[in-house]
C-alpha cells in the first residue's frame, strides 16, 4: 500500500527536497503540496493524504489552525499531521499535539529519520518516545491551555487495569517493544491493549493516548525521570 503525503511548508526548497525523497520511495508518493495552511486544508480534503508533513509557521493561516481543522474533520479521520519544526521544546509543538498532530520531527533531519518518520505515522504510532519529546509533554501538555480544564480522571473509568498499566508506560515514551519486555508479554498482546485503550478513549492515535494519559492524571511528571 502507498503512502500518500502531503506537504505543507512555505519553503519551495524544502517543499522539493521532500518531494523528492519521498517519491523515490516505492511505498510513498505525495499528493499535493500547499504554501500555507489554508491550502492545507483544502488539499487534504482534495487528496485525503494519509499523512501530512505541517509545517507550523506559515503566513496567513498557520500550521496549527490547519492541524485543528485536519484533526476535527470526520472526513480526514484516517489522515494523520506530523509536524515539522526548527525548535524540538517549541511550545507551539505541545499546542499541535493537543490539537490532535500525531507528532514531529526537526526539518533538517535525515533522510532515513524524515521517511522512517512518515511510516510510523501512516501505520497509527506516534514519534513521541524520544527525551526530548517526553519533556516536551512534560512541560506543556500536564498544564491546561488557557480557559480549559484538564480531562477528567473518570474517562479512564473503562480501561481495564492492564490497560492502564500500558497506556502509562507509553506515555513515559516507551515502545511496544520495551513495555513487552518490562511486563514479561508478547508485542503482539501490547498492541492489542494499546489498541483498545486507544478505542475506548476515542483517541485517534498513539500521540493522543499520551496526551490523554497525562491530563487525566493517569502519568505524573513528578512520577518518573526523562
Known amino acids: 500500500m502507498t503512502i500518500r503525503v502531503l506537504l505543507a511548508d512555505d519553503q519551495a526548497l524544502l517543499r522539493g527536497t521532500f518531494r523528492l525523497l519521498i517519491d523515490s520511495c516505492a511505498d510513498m508518493e505525495v499528493v499535493g503540496e500547499a504554501v500555507n495552511g489554508q491550502e492545507a486544508m483544502e488539499l487534504a480534503r482534495t487528496h485525503r493524504p494519509d499523512v501530512v508533513l505541517m509545517d507550523i509557521r506559515m503566513p496567513g493561516t498557520d500550521g496549527l489552525t490547519a492541524t485543528a481543522a485536519i484533526c476535527d474533520d470526520p472526513e480526514l479521520a484516517t489522515t494523520r499531521v506530523l509536524i515539522l519544526t526548527m525548535f524540538e521544546t517549541d511550545e507551539y ?57 484538564l480531562a477528567p480522571p473518570e474517562r479512564l473509568n473503562d480501561l481495564t487495569p492492564r490497560e492502564r498499566e500500558i497506556t502509562a508506560l507509553a506515555a513515559r515514551g516507551k515502545s511496544n517493544d520495551d513495555i513487552a519486555g518490562e511486563l514479561v508479554l508478547s508485542v503482539l498482546t501490547v498492541r492489542t491493549h494499546i489498541q483498545r485503550a486507544m478505542t475506548k478513549l476515542a483517541a485517534r492515535d498513539r500521540a493522543q493516548l499520551v496526551v490523554i494519559a497525562y491530563q487525566t492524571g493517569l502519568v505524573r511528571p513528578e512520577t518518573h525521570r526523562l
Open 93 to 149: 509543538v505541545a499546542k499541535a499535539l493537543r490539537l490532535g498532530a500525531s507528532g514531529f520531527l526537526g526539518k533538517y533531519v535525515t533522510t532515513d529519520t524524515l521517511l522512517a518518520g512518515i511510516r510510523t505515522i501512516a501505520s497509527g504510532e506516534a514519534l513521541l518516545s524520544p527525551g526530548a519529546t517526553r519533556a516536551l509533554i512534560t512541560r506543556f501538555l500536564t498544564a491546561p491551555a488557557p480557559g480549559n480544564l
